[in-house]
């Protein structure tokens, strides 16, 4: 086999993680969930003129359903996928605490729905990678009816600019 055989050869099999087509609407169609329901409810926090919108909520669905969906093509153990969530977890809980600010010495914060709007949107994600579009749908639609319709209920509107 010459070389240029040989480096063709090589790069198919290292392209070849998403080999036909079903494997490929499957793909597909997870991460453009996540990214579209990702997007809507940044577009909600943008909208708003919070500093985590449209393109950090997008991200963070797409992360989140990368980390899973990955891991269930390769044909991991429920064990070790289970690891995999408690570091997404993790992850974005380090990502939203970035968005929480103490304002004064009253206790005035700022920053907490931003900071839970995208721990959801990271488990909504997650929903979709695992191939749950359904229950990441009703999640995404429930997240917007919190974050739009119940706008400035309870203490959150004396404590935060949601």
Not at 56 to 70: K, P, Q, Y
């Amino acid at each position: 086999m010459d070389t240029g055989t040989l480096v063709w050869q090589t790069l198919r099999e290292e392209f070849s993680d998403i080999s036909d087509p079903a494997q490929v609407t499957r793909v597909c169609a997870r991460l453009l969930v996540a990214v579209v329901l990702g997007g809507l409810l940044g577009y909600e926090r943008e909208s708003r003129g919070i500093s985590a919108g449209l393109r950090t909520h997008m991200l963070v669905a797409l992360g989140a359903a990368i980390f899973v969906l990955v891991p269930l093509e390769a044909g991991v153990s429920q064990a070790d996928l289970s690891r995999v969530l408690q570091g997404v977890v993790t992850g974005v809980g380090f990502l939203g605490a970035g968005a929480i600010i103490k304002l004064n010495q009253e206790q005035e914060i700022k920053g907490l729905t931003t900071a839970a709007s995208v721990w959801l949107t990271a488990a909504i994600g997650v929903a979709a990678g695992m191939g749950r579009e359904m229950t990441a749908i009703l999640s995404a639609l429930l997240a917007l009816f919190i974050l739009a319709a119940l706008r400035g209920a309870g203490s959150e509107r004396r404590n935060e600019t949601t």
